[in-house]
Each structure stands twice: as C-alpha cells, then as structure tokens.
C-alpha cells in the first residue's frame, strides 16, 4: 500500500488492502510505509466502528520521518529545533520518534475477549520483543517505570496504547535499521539522556521484512497464549 491509502475496517472500499492474512484470532495487515495521522485515525475509526463480533487485527508498517506526543506529553522534551513534524496523539506517554526502518506494529485487541487487563498486555507485548531479541543472540529486559524494552538501559523499542470501550490501539515501535539521528531531539519517551538502540547496531542481521514477519508471530504468539 502506498502512501496515501490506509485500510479502515467497516468502511466500503476504504483503501487498498496489501498482503492481508489470517493470524491465530486476527487479521495481519502489512501496510507499508503510511503518513501517521491518517493511519492514526484509520485506528480511531476502526475501534470506534467495532462490535463484539469483529475480529482484532494487527497492523504492520513504518512511517516516514515523525515525532508524535502522548496526552501527557510536555513541550519541553523536543529539546532541539527540528523540520520533522510534531503530531500531539491520545495514547499515553511522552515523545517519541517514527522513521523508515523502524517496524511499527499497532495491536487492535478487544481486551474483553482476552480475559486480562492493559497492564498484562502492556507485559506480554514486551515479553514478545525480548523473547525475539534472545533468538539472536541480544539480551533484552524492561526497564522500571519505562514502558518498552530495553539493551543495556538503551531503548530498542517503544511502546504506548490507548483502549477505548475494552479495545486497544497505538502498539509498538522497533529500531531495526534505521537513522537514529532524530532521537537526539528528544528525551526519547520524557526521559532525559536515554541512549537509544536499533536491531543492526547489536549485530542482529533482519532485513525490514524479516523483521516485520518475526515481530508478527511473537505478538501472536504472546497476545493469544
């Protein structure tokens, strides 16, 4: 899917829908690379449109260059002037950064069929990045107080959600290969001088795709257990 097309379930041909397939108990959409406000709203409507019946879905993409600030988010931690946009977001947290090479995998999970709350989801979406990180090799763990996940206290992967009505959206963003530049704008999630990771920089050779296919079955895999 290009740029300018974002799917948004329940709405007739809403948007080319690219590589959809079937996971254990939802729907993977590999959407390429997408601006994030449309996308963002895509999310919004979709979680509003939703019923008991409608199957949870995961989305896999990466955005081009963005800095997006959660609801509590305070404008002093963009801390250097920048020509990437700022887009103020309604999951929680701070400030964080979106680019090309980053997987960004948003998890649209109606909470009530699962039988677990934000917080265990919140676990299991991290226990999934750490246990993908161990295959290769790196050593990955969270961080008190922080969510995400985290290399030797620099962070490799973000994570931030909002749920409305028992079901979730937002997710979760992983360094791959990418341009880790921008985050040097920022006190990357609020927190001042936190160093920043990616998946090349530890050796872990995944291409953007393969990356994207791992990070799917290890939050199915933890999702759904």
Known sequence: MGEDGVVIAGEQDSGVRDQEGVGEQALIRNLGRLEYEPTWRAMQNFTAQRTPDTADELWLLEHPPVYTQGQ???AEHLIAATDIPVVPIDRG???TYHGPGQVV???LVDLRRRGYGIRELVTRMEQAVIDLLAVHGVTAARLAGAPGVYVECAKIAALGLRV???CTYHGLALNVDMDLAPFAAINPC???GMRVTQCRDLGVKLTLPQAER?????????IYS
């Open 190 to 192: 609020g927190y001042a």
């Open 72 to 74: 509590a988010g305070r």
């Open 164 to 166: 409305k009505h028992g």
């Open 105 to 107: 995998a948003y998890v």
């Open 214 to 222: 791992a990070l799917t079955q290890a939050l199915l895999s933890a």
């Open 93 to 95: 947290g701070q400030i």
